[in-house]
């Protein structure tokens, strides 16, 4: 069986105090959570929150990390100290980090490349924009995204890859994927990996919703054979909901 996963991505919000005080709040309120449970907070919250949640059910995510291994990048935090902060999981690939700041597939693979060579897990984001919905051309796109940056990877490195399906045009805007769209393209995603993977693989792979998941959609999208648990941008900051989607999952 897959492990089924709420996961919440903080963006660029809450100072480090907000921060604590949120996942002070998630630590106290989650002890018996029937999926797996990470939050994803920006590089200076990480040391401070993973190790107030060292020990709980919610493990910790970066939201990015350098695609070089160590030197002279003034600004840019390396997998091997995103691991040394206590942080498991990093996210790569979200559709904000490829718009504004460029990345490129090929950055994304190596970043990709050297958190797993450091020991963290990686929530690899794909998902087309709005046009590319359209057009009919979801299914290429997030085959290339696949195919460019993580398709590469070992069968064993693959075993530590959680997929997360975020439609752009369904990030933040209140515009979910129904149901039935997700689905689709979860199975069809599902598929890929299988025909790179094999089935077995592909069975065990976890692949998440994201893209104005709330408190109100999550349980009909979980629903869902191929939808294994979401991650959250904006309902992941009021615990109240984060809370109710992971009683949702
Ligand atoms: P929203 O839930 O705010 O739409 O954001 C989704 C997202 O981008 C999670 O990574």
Redesign the pocket.
């Known amino acids: 069986m897959r492990t089924r996963m709420v ?3 903080w ?1 660029m919000n809450k100072n480090l105090q907000e921060g604590v005080a949120l996942a002070t709040e998630l630590k106290e309120a989650v002890k018996n959570p029937n999926c797996a449970v990470v939050i ?1 907070t920006p590089f200076i919250h990480l040391a401070t929150v993973a190790e107030l949640l060292k020990g709980s059910a919610i493990k910790v995510a970066a939201e990015n990390c350098a695609d070089h291994e160590k030197g002279a990048y003034t600004g840019e935090v390396s997998a091997e100290m995103v691991k040394s902060t206590g942080a498991e999981y990093v ?1 790569l690939g ?3 980090r490829r718009q504004y700041y460029a990345e490129s597939y090929e950055m994304l693979a190596e970043k990709t490349r050297l958190a797993l060579a450091n020991g963290l897990k990686v929530i690899f ?1 794909i998902g087309e924009v709005k046009e590319e919905r359209e057009a009919g051309k979801q299914n290429e796109v997030v085959k290339a995204q696949l195919e460019g940056s993580v398709f590469g990877l070992s069968a064993e490195e693959w075993k530590n890859i959680t997929l ?1 399906y ?1 439609p752009v045009w ?5 515009l ?1 994927a129904t149901p039935a769209q997700a689905q689709e393209i979860h199975a069809y995603i599902r598929g890929l990996v299988a025909e790179k993977y094999g089935k077995a693989a592909a069975d065990d792979t976890t692949i998440l919703y ?5 408190e109100k959609n999550a349980a009909e999208l979980f629903a869902c054979p191929d939808i294994d648990g ?7 900051l009021v615990a109240e909901k984060f809370l109710a989607i992971i009683a949702a999952r």
């Open positions: 996961a919440g991505n963006k994803g996210i979200h559709s904000e984001c997360a975020e369904a990030i933040g805007t209140g979910t994201g893209g104005s998941c709330n979401g991650l959250i941008g904006g309902a992941a």
